[in-house]
């Protein structure tokens, strides 16, 4: 059996747009019903949603028949947990709260089996090695793993040039909710001085030669995220597209003109 193909990795590869949706069902069903949609790549959010480490595998095992590549974002970049869920087959993690180099050095060591990093070996116990049927997992697993860090701080954007030099780090995401939150602008991603931070993080991105992404629902933010550089950008989130889906399906039926408005913080 060979070594799975990242389908993630290798889209990034292609330096053409790839358009996400977030998944924060916590649930394999749900998931599945959004990798039919055709969106390329999809959030397994492990941060926010109430997910656990089982819940995520099954997630991965449902969409893994569709065209779309998980990413999973784990609650936070510790070693133990970036190797359970290398172990249950997750090949892009998107790690949260990023703000240095010395941390994005650690999260690569996380990835790594020695002597280049800290992995556990897990063997026949794990799904990552089709449980012993991958030969020479331990030499080629790192091929076929990719490592985004999340940059949504004001240390994070003050850092992002050393962030994004690091050797292993396959790509900067920005989030536009903490950013914005921590320079004092909280619900407000289109302050400028929020903007500018966005602006400066992407450029100092590419000129590291490396991938940007980020979490834009809105189209006009997402339209000018991908004229500034990013190449992957989560368009939607499922959870939200739902409730607006019935507000505005039941507003068809009732006078409601107090119906919320799709929500900007994310």
């Known amino acids: 059996m060979k070594l799975p193909i990242n389908p993630f990795k290798a889209q990034l590869a292609k330096r053409e747009p790839q358009y996400g949706i977030w998944a924060g069902f916590a649930t394999g069903n749900a998931a599945e019903l959004v990798a039919t949609f055709g969106y390329d790549w999809m959030l397994i959010d492990g941060e926010h949603a109430p997910n656990t480490v089982p819940s995520i595998q099954a997630q991965l095992q449902a969409v893994a028949p569709y065209g779309c590549a998980p990413v999973v974002r784990p609650v936070t970049?510790?070693?133990?947990?970036?190797?359970?869920?290398?172990?249950?087959?997750?090949?892009?993690?998107?790690?949260?709260?990023?703000?240095?180099?010395?941390?994005?050095?650690?999260?690569?060591?996380?990835?790594?089996?020695?002597?280049?990093?800290?992995?556990?070996?897990?063997?026949?116990?794990?799904?990552?090695?089709?449980w012993d049927g991958v030969p020479d997992y331990l030499h080629t697993a790192h091929e076929q793993v990719c490592l985004i860090v999340q940059v949504e701080s004001r240390l994070g954007v003050d850092n992002v040039e050393a962030i994004a030099a690091v050797e292993g780090v396959d790509a900067i995401f920005i989030g536009p909710a903490d950013l914005s939150t921590g320079l004092g602008h909280a619900g407000n991603p289109s302050h400028p001085e929020v903007?500018?931070?966005?602006?400066?993080?992407?450029?100092?991105?590419?000129?590291?030669?490396?991938v940007c992404g980020i979490l834009a629902p809105r189209e006009e933010d997402a339209r000018r995220y991908l004229s500034w550089g990013c190449q992957f950008v989560a368009v939607g989130i499922d959870i939200s597209l739902l409730r607006q889906a019935a507000l505005d399906n039941l507003a068809r039926y009732r006078d409601t003109p107090d119906t919320p408005a799709p929500s900007r913080t994310y």
């Open 195 to 210: 903007q500018e931070k966005i602006r400066h993080a992407i450029d100092a991105t590419l000129a590291a030669g490396k």
């Open 77 to 130: 970049g510790d070693a133990n947990l970036i190797k359970q869920l290398l172990d249950i087959g997750a090949q892009t993690l998107m790690v949260p709260m990023v703000d240095t180099a010395e941390q994005a050095q650690a999260l690569v060591r996380a990835m790594r089996y020695p002597p280049h990093g800290i992995r556990g070996v897990g063997g026949g116990l794990t799904r990552a090695t089709r």
